[in-house]
């Protein structure tokens, strides 16, 4: 049986929906919502991947041979503003990791692309150079995997996205951000002069590579996912503007702190994604017709401030 962890947050309520029937076990914070999972089979569990006694429970009254995690303090702006609380990416692995090497569990760790830095063409076995808090954190959740891998002999594999884009994501992220402020006739903020450059995938292409990583990947190994779709922030916002039929009123603001001019991975994987257009029409198309989701969720700062940090 699967346990998802973080199983109600954006990528992961997308990874619920490709695997049959899993446990999800996550702490709703801000970010992470039951609608997500409307209509989905599941059995849920609320609780935090640090709670070392929930968590044994529901492997116990499961019978987990599996945890895909995805729960993690997930928004650079929001480490810029508060770095220690993002040290959940840390205590909640090394949490996971115990559990995983007690009960001889499988760990299917997702990380991301910005623990490289702004490499260019980062592959599975690039240094670690993270700028932001976040990436930080994220970096060295990778690290204890590695060293428990190695020590303890855990079963665990790392993947590492490039950014998602799709239905259910926070109106604090770049592309909801950008659809919903421009829906709403407000200006959108870009950080600097906007040519920062990011890799897009889409976030159902994401989950059926980490299922199929679940069952085929390697213990110990690291495998990138880039979407290899590069495009810089100002054209990506440009782009939904046409997609949208709308103008999209581009407002520059002060750069983030730290801030990565590029990521860009390499990956030892094959697979096709979807073209960013498409996915940006589809992920259009869905925050268009579901404004019941996004509504409650943007009197928040990191929608509505141009330097939240
Ligand atoms: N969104 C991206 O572009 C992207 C790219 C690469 C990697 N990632 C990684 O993928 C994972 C999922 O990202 P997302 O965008 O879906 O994030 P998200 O913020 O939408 O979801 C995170 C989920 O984790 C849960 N959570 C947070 N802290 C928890 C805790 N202590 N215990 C239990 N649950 C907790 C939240 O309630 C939420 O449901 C994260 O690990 C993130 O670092 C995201």
């Known amino acids: 049986m699967i346990l998802v962890t973080g199983g109600a947050g954006f990528i992961g309520s997308a990874f619920v929906r490709v695997v049959d029937n899993p446990v999800v076990y996550d702490a709703l914070t801000y970010s992470g919502r039951l609608e997500n999972l409307q ?22 009254d499961y019978s987990i041979d599996v945890i895909v995690n995805f729960a993690a303090e997930s928004h ?3 480490s810029i503003s508060d770095p220690g609380a993002f040290l959940v990416n840390v205590e909640g692995v090394v949490n996971l990791l115990n559990i995983c090497r007690k009960y001889k569990i499988k760990l299917v760790h997702v990380s ?35 060293a428990y891998v190695r020590t303890y002999g855990v079963d665990a594999i790392i993947i590492r996205p490039s950014n998602n884009y799709g239905p259910r994501q926070h109106p604090e992220k770049l592309i909801p951000k950008t659809i919903i402020r421009t829906l709403l006739g407000l200006e959108i903020p870009i950080y600097g002069d906007g040519s920062q450059v990011r890799d897009w995938i889409y976030v159902e292409d994401t989950v059926k590579i980490i299922k199929d990583l679940m069952k085929n ?8 996912i880039p979407g290899n779709t590069h495009i810089t922030n100002l054209e990506l916002v440009k782009l939904i503007g046409k997609i949208m039929s709308k103008e999209v009123k581009v407002r520059f603001v ?24 498409e996915g ?14 996004w509504k409650g969720l943007i009197n928040d700062k990191y929608f509505e401030l141009d330097e939240p940090w």
């Not at 209509?39 to 116990?60: C, N, Q, Y």
């Not at 029409?281 to 017709?289: C, F, G, H, I, S």
């Open 112 to 146: 991301t692309d910005e623990v490289y830095g702004e490499m260019e063409d980062s592959n599975e076995d690039s240094p670690l150079n993270p700028s932001s808090p976040y990436a930080a954190s994220k970096a060295s959740g990778d690290l204890f995997i590695k």
């Open 39 to 60: 209509g989905v089979p599941h059995t849920f569990i609320k609780g935090d991947i640090r709670d070392k006694e929930k968590l044994e429970k529901a492997i116990k």
């Open 280 to 293: 940006l029409r589809k992920t259009v198309e869905w925050y268009v017709k579901n404004e019941w989701w």
């Open 217 to 224: 990947g390697k213990s110990g190994e690291i495998y990138n």
């Open 76 to 78: 650079v702006d929001r």
């Open 254 to 277: 002060k750069d983030r702190p730290g801030h990565d001019r590029l990521y860009s991975m390499k990956s030892k994987l094959k697979y096709e994604v979807t073209p960013l257009e």
